[in-house]
């Protein structure tokens, strides 16, 4: 077990000497932001639940604890962290799956893991540990420096604790699929997006559009018989495919490339290899295109997009942003991490 | 001399900055006399007043850009303000600095049914848009009790909630995008219209911000489906213990019911008295519970809960039938402060969020306190989320009374950080709960929020004095 003591003399030695860390929680996404060097500080061993309220729907954890602990230990009051965060193998750590804002299939109906979290500690560039947030719903007391954590890679310090908002599970869930090309997968998902009906799931890959309903089996049965396509004995292993991001798209080492954008925007350019998620929100793309292009197409659509694996590591992969935005970004690392010690140039080369 | 962007602060004559504005700004939306800024005084919390030196209403992105470029050239704070519905006072004009209201910037953009979302200026109160796309089948979900009047802009800058967030998440779930005008009069994109931005979730720091990092000119805002079935249960209780344990009871097993409110003998009363809602005035509590979904998850859930009340004691139990009793049994909740404002010359309402398990302690200690300062409460609060609103009556025309009112109210926020939870749950800081930030965060906490502050607004000229106590401030109240 680490201590906090270790972690905080640790990052007050690196800032004192003004040298790089480099966060590692499961070591699972090492391939995840632009290649950033740096002395490994690692939170794997800074694990375990510190309090778990299953009626206030609220567990806080240490960072270093892995997702699929966090999974059993919910499971056991038949609860959830219901953004299907990917388990990665096991390693997976919440800090980890935080900093890098990783979500699953259900996210435009129950939300992203930022959604979840209600309060982090963090230990900032000049070694204080600090908390923000709490354990509660609903806080607005000063900034929300926890949520503004997701996707930071690290950037504004050492996530040391998170208290995430969890969810009943639900008493069972059903897929149906049916074959259908992209551009009509894309207008049935944002139609039925468009319904009440009780989704957490809406994923095109491979001609093949899956729906995944939640709740009672009585009723989901009941909806599901009235749906166009197949319902899945199996349904499940696709969604588990997707959110540990074993499909046939996500493995090799080529490029691949994750756009962000308004659902229901057209599917036109350029023909390949596509994955369409979050109900047509994330699409995901793989081999070598020109990035200026997939750019223009994102923006074209209201969104963005980051070149997730592959290419030069040492060129920019996240969206370009104008300069008044970077001036904010820049401004505020130098706010969280003034010596810039905390995984240097992983986000943008000049962050 | 307090230098301000390098120049003396305030060092422009009022004057000639009002022409400057009208050289940008419709000259009739400038104004600098006395008795046409008289409105702009105060927001919902009256108790804090003071005049700006303009009032200045831009119409549109550009036209705030420009307005903020010329106020920071010239070291002149800026307050924003949208319908002044605010309880924490965050919309207090600056004696020095220019009130910018942004009720002219009131257009709904653009709906996008297919994609369920909305672009709307900041001036568009909350209501209108769910109004607006109802012909689609949609609904905007943070659904504060002053939605009639409150703008979204507020709503960001608050991070408003509602009686629906436990189910439908606050402001921050379901804003998508931004358009963000930055202290020196750029423009910046913040969020996309899909769902996830890369980078550090900026979104989520600039929502909740009461307006002391940018100034806010467009939103795009998620549109849900409207549930096809919903229906509201209506349980009394002769103790308010058996009523938070039946609100743990429901939760434990698994039902996340969309709306979860709870009331005390007193403000039933009042509400009844207003609203004529068919409340159970004889009761010490009352619960709203709230389901919604398909017509069979709605009969399922009404009956699990229904008998989940029966267990804890509930000593009557009423669900709606209809639309209209549905709708009925919530106008006595969304009207108590107008009612508890009925009965007593004023009040304060309180904003603290607690663990729900600390609910009996908390209860009974602020009846405690209302002993002790000998000032009556009403007690409302949104059970699922624990996001109490106790109101506490007094009577400014009697001396002291407005002291006494505050005291009471800092010892029920305090009492709240005691428990594990926080000073406000929706309302915001303000200039209202700046002495008991000190109770929530520590000075390397604050100091690290002022480094943020200073790192979008380095001259402090958004909202000055707002938000989070400046270093100088925490000193003061240190010293009180």
């Known amino acids: 077990m680490t201590d906090l003591a270790q972690l905080q003399e640790q990052v007050s030695d690196a800032s004192s000497e003004g040298k790089p860390l480099c966060i590692v929680g499961g070591n699972s996404k090492h391939d995840v932001g632009r290649e950033s060097s740096g002395d490994p500080i690692s939170l794997r061993n800074y694990s375990g639940v510190v309090d778990y309220q299953p009626t206030e729907l609220v567990i806080t954890v240490r960072a270093g604890t892995t997702l699929t602990e966090l999974k059993e230990i919910l499971a056991s009051e038949n609860q959830m962290l219901a953004c299907e965060t990917p388990e990665l193998e096991g390693v997976a750590t919440v800090g980890g799956a935080l900093a890098c804002a990783q979500s699953g299939p259900s996210r435009p109906w129950y939300g992203s893991i930022r959604d979840q979290v209600l309060g982090v500690r963090l230990i900032n560039g000049k070694a204080e540990h600090l908390r923000f947030g709490g354990e509660v719903m609903k806080n607005v007391a000063g900034y929300d420096i926890a949520r503004l954590q997701a996707g930071a890679m690290g950037a504004f310090g050492l996530i040391t604790e998170v208290s995430l908002k969890v969810l009943p599970r639900p008493e069972s869930t059903k897929t149906v699929c049916r074959r259908l090309d992209a551009d009509r997968a894309i207008q049935v998902m944002n139609e039925m997006s468009g319904t009440p009906l009780p989704l957490t799931g809406a994923s095109w890959y491979d001609g093949n559009l899956h729906f995944r309903l939640v709740g009672q089996s009585s009723v989901i049965d009941a909806i599901a018989a009235e749906l166009e396509g197949d319902v899945l004995a199996d349904g499940d292993e696709f969604w588990t495919a997707l959110r540990e991001q074993s499909l046939p798209i996500f493995k090799g080492a080529g490029e691949l490339w994750r756009l962000s954008m308004r659902a229901n925007a057209a599917h036109s350019k350029p023909d390949g290899d596509w994955l369409i998620d979050w109900g047509g929100a994330r699409r995901w793309l793989s081999g070598a295109y020109d990035r200026a292009e997939l750019e223009s197409t994102a923006v074209e659509s209201g969104g963005e997009v980051t070149q997730v694996r592959g290419g030069d590591r040492s060129a920019e992969i996240l969206p370009t942003l104008p300069e008044a935005h970077r001036a904010m970004l820049q401004r505020l690392k130098q706010a969280f991490d003034p010596e810039a010690i905390f995984n240097r140039g992983r986000l943008y080369s000049w962050l | ?480």
């Not at chain 2, 002993?371 to 009556?376: A, C, I």
């Open chain 2, 1 to 480: 001399m307090l230098l301000i962007n390098g120049h003396p602060a305030s060092s422009v004559d009022t004057k000639a900055l009002a022409s400057k504005f009208r050289t940008f700004i419709d000259p009739d939306f400038v104004v600098s006399d006395t008795d046409s800024k008289r409105p702009f005084e105060c927001d919902g919390l009256s108790v804090y007043k003071e005049m700006p030196r303009l009032v200045v209403m831009p119409a549109s992105t550009d036209e705030v850009r420009k307005a903020m470029r010329l106020c920071h050239e010239h070291g002149v704070p800026v307050v924003v303000r949208g319908a002044g519905t605010g309880l924490s006072g965050g919309a207090l004009p600056h004696p020095d600095g220019v009130l910018l209201s942004l009720t002219r910037l009131s257009n709904i953009i653009d709906i996008d049914p297919a994609a369920r979302q909305a672009r709307v200026q900041p001036g568009v109160r909350n209501l209108e848009i769910s109004e607006a796309c109802d012909e689609y089948g949609l609904f905007y979900a943070p659904d504060p009790s002053s939605q009639i009047a409150c703008s979204i802009g507020g709503n960001v800058a608050e991070n408003a909630g509602g009686v629906h967030c436990l189910k439908y998440g606050l402001t921050v779930h379901n804003v998508l995008q931004l358009t963000l005008v930055t202290v020196d009069g750029e423009v910046i994109t913040v969020g996309n219209e899909g769902l996830e931005s890369a980078g550090p979730d900026l979104l989520a720091l600039i929502i909740g911000s009461e307006g002391m990092l940018g100034v806010v000119t467009e939103v795009i805002v998620k549109l849900l489906p409207k549930p096809s079935h919903c229906q509201v249960i209506l349980a009394s209780f002769d103790n308010i213990e058996s009523a938070g344990d039946a609100v743990g009871g429901v939760i434990a097993s698994g039902i996340i019911p969309a709306g979860f409110e709870m009331m005390d003998s007193y403000a039933i009363k009042a509400a009844e008295d207003y609203a004529h809602a068919g409340y159970d005035t004889d009761a010490a509590a009352l619960l709203l519970c709230e389901l919604d979904g398909t017509a069979e998850e709605v009969a399922s859930g009404i009956d699990r809960c229904t008998k989940m009340f029966e267990k804890y004691g509930a000593t009557s139990i009423r669900v709606s039938k209809d639309e209209a009793e549905r709708a009925l049994y919530w106008k006595g909740r969304k009207s108590a402060f107008p009612a508890i404002g009925r009965i007593s010359p004023d009040y304060y309402c309180m904003d603290g969020t607690i663990p729900r398990r600390s609910l009996s302690k908390v209860l009974s200690e602020i009846a405690r306190l209302s002993t002790e300062f000998g000032l009556r409460v009403a007690n409302v609060f949104h059970a699922g989320d624990g996001n109490m609103h106790p109101l506490i009556l007094f009577d400014e025309s009697k001396p002291g009374e407005l002291k006494k009112a505050e005291a009471f109210g800092a010892k029920i926020l305090e009492l709240c950080v005691e428990v594990g939870g926080c000073i406000t749950g929706e309302h915001g800081v303000g200039v209202e709960k700046l002495p008991q930030m000190l109770v929530q965060f520590d000075d390397a906490e604050l100091a690290q929020l002022n480094a943020v502050k200073d790192a979008c607004d380095p001259d402090g000229l958004l909202n000055p004095g707002k938000g989070v106590p400046t270093l100088k401030r925490c000193q003061e109240y240190r010293s009180l």
